[in-house]
Nanobody
Framework: QVQLVEFGGGLVQAGGSLRLSCTAS????????MGWFRQAPGKEREFVAA????????YYADSVKGRFTISRDNAKNTVFLQMNSLKPEDTAIYSC?????????????????WGQGTQVTVSS
């Protein structure tokens, strides 16, 4: 059974930083591109960042480019999201997901497995 578990959410002031991690089990981690998505109250889930199996390719939403960094450690079955210069509009539930492909993708429909999510709240 595939499981994705996120860690690292919390409450932070605007301008601060958080590092999210997501550990996967039940799948061959290096066979899957990984992504981070977020959903704010009353809004649709949106793409944040994605990384290919090899870490060579990364994609970011325009709203987080230059502030967030996605990375992965295949030996530890873990993907990370370093979030700097956080803004109140970054407040959301952040979820990691495993793609059905090795190539990094932005499309939600390409992701087969999802974590439960972790709350990130940025105060102004």
């Amino acid at each position: 059974q595939v499981q994705l578990v996120e860690f690292g959410g919390g409450l932070v002031q605007a301008g601060g930083s958080l590092r999210l991690s997501c550990t996967a089990s039940g799948l061959k981690f290096s066979n899957h591109a990984m992504g981070w998505f977020r959903q704010a109250p009353g809004k649709e889930r949106e793409f944040v960042a994605a990384i290919s199996w090899s870490s060579i390719t990364t994609y970011y939403a325009d709203s987080v480019k230059g502030r967030f960094t996605i990375s992965r450690d295949n030996a530890k079955n873990t993907v990370f999201l370093q979030m700097n210069s956080l803004k109140p509009e970054d407040t959301a539930i952040y979820s990691c997901a495993a793609s059905q492909t090795t190539a990094a993708v932005r499309s939600i429909g390409s992701y087969a497995y999802w974590g439960q999510g972790t709350q990130v709240t940025v105060s102004s």
